[in-house]
């Protein structure tokens, strides 16, 4: 008797620490589960977070690109800049080509002049007409002339000259011509640049000799044409 309650005492012991045994093995598991879970979610986070900036990075490279790309083509098939007004003054030299009529000679003739000048904000066209009427003693240009303005647009080139260009005109109807010429010579040198049409004070003029209303292309002998 004593022998059977000895063995049922010895058998409840051990199950009673299998059973321990078996709850902490479970419990390990369970924690190490929990910890690889953790893990993963953690990696998860970091891929999603990757993704999302790699994402984002490059949403905001194409956008800086068409942002690029699209100032770039406003200003594509307009590369005369009239205006050199702006807050930044920036200076640049450009080689142009001027014409003048010939000095000394009974002929009507273009003598022309590769010059190096400085320009203001790539305004190489205003540029060029002041460089012309700081030579008026060469083309005829009256003194007093000033520029009102200057604009392009489908590869006419406007100049708006101040009263002066009327006032103090006086030339014979030959010289008249080559001087107007020369400034029209002069501007279609520049890239673009397939007409010139002069005005003063904003509206077509008339010397008296010629009624100047329509844009004029280059012309090496004005006269004769």
């Keep these: 008797m004593k022998n059977l309650l000895y063995s049922v005492i010895i058998f409840v012991v051990i199950s009673t620490f299998v059973s321990c045994d078996s709850n902490e093995i479970n419990t390990v598991e369970e924690i190490k589960t929990s910890k690889t879970d953790k893990l993963d979610k953690e990696t998860d986070n970091k891929t999603t977070n990757s993704e999302t900036t790699n994402s984002e990075t490059t949403n905001n490279e194409t ?57 203001s904000n790539g305004a190489v066209a205003k540029a ?44 014979g109807s030959g010289y008249e011509v080559m001087m107007v010429y020369s400034i029209v010579n002069s501007l279609t040198e520049l890239s673009n640049v397939n007409k010139v049409r002069i005005l003063v004070d904003g509206s077509a003029f008339e010397t008296g000799h010629v009624f100047y209303d329509k844009p004029m292309s280059k012309s090496i002998s004005p006269i004769g044409n």
């Design 128 to 171: 060029i007409v002041n460089e012309l009427i700081k030579e008026h003693e060469r083309n005829g240009i009256p003194q007093g002339t000033k520029i009102k303005g200057i604009s392009f647009a489908n590869g006419i080139l406007q100049v708006d000259f101040s009263k002066e260009f009327i006032e103090n005109m006086n030339l």
């Design 63 to 119: 956008t800086n690109k068409e942002t690029t790309n699209n100032g770039s083509n406003e200003n594509k098939g307009n590369n005369i800049k009239t205006d050199s007004n702006t807050k930044d003054n920036i200076k640049s030299n450009v080689d142009v080509t001027l014409y003048f009529v010939k000095a000394n000679t009974s002929d009507y003739e273009f003598e022309t002049e590769i010059r190096n000048i400085e320009i």
